[in-house]
């Protein structure tokens, strides 16, 4: 399994910033010093191997997501959305892949996609109202706040005119008028309070 493991930390940094068709199974075992015959043995087909890269890129993000809950609520989302952007910077092509679903419908990249959906939701709705199984209505008004953050970091990562800190604080503050729109509807899940940021 480490062998597994070393070549997604390789295919993580060759698709970092190179489309999936842009790079033949050739060009990646040339790149990874490796026979090709190594990388069907792990993962069957190219996109099997794309797959698994973004995969593993996407748990390091849910994983980061879901922690940090001895933090402020205020500040972890900060911390939730700036790693979020960070990850879409770093990771451009596996981030435009996860978002727009693949090539054609895609039901595995679909389901990477909607995980991430999840655990921004169930963060956000943890921080917010001290659980994550939360009814229809915040459920919809937290996803549909993940859903404009999705096109809005598409925009962003394309035309960076932003800096990440600029923009993680605008995406905070849509987050703010989310949480009190979903008040205004169902007031047994009010908006927490505006708490000054920590440093």
């Known amino acids: 399994m480490a062998r597994r493991a070393e070549l997604i930390a390789i295919g993580r940094k060759l698709f970092a ?5 842009a790079l033949s199974m050739d060009d990646i075992a040339r790149q990874a010093h490796v026979a090709k015959g190594l990388i069907y043995y792990y993962f069957q087909s190219k996109r099997g191997y794309y797959l ?10 849910v994983t980061f997501a879901a922690s940090g809950l001895e933090l402020p609520q205020v500040d972890r989302v900060h911390r939730t959305v700036d790693s979020y952007l960070r990850f879409a910077e770093h990771h ?3 981030y435009r892949t996860i978002v727009s679903g693949g090539v054609g419908f895609d039901a595995e990249v679909h389901a ?3 995980g991430v959906r999840e655990a921004i939701v169930a963060t956000i709705a943890e ?8 009814p229809a209505l915040p459920r919809m008004g937290l996803l549909s706040w993940v859903c404009s953050v999705e096109g809005a970091t598409l925009e962003w990562i394309d035309r960076p005119e932003l800096s990440r800190d600029t923009m993680r604080d605008l995406l905070v503050n849509t987050l703010g008028g989310a949480l009190r729109a979903i008040e205004e509807l169902d007031p047994a899940f009010p908006a ?8």
């Open 127 to 134: 921080g917010a109202y001290g659980r994550s199984d939360i």
């Open 52 to 61: 698994a890269i973004i995969q593993d890129s996407v748990a390091d993000l």
């Open 92 to 94: 451009q092509a596996a």
């Open 17 to 21: 910033d190179t489309s999936y068709d």
């Open 112 to 114: 990477i996609r909607d």
């Open 192 to 199: 927490p309070k505006p708490a000054r940021r920590g440093a």
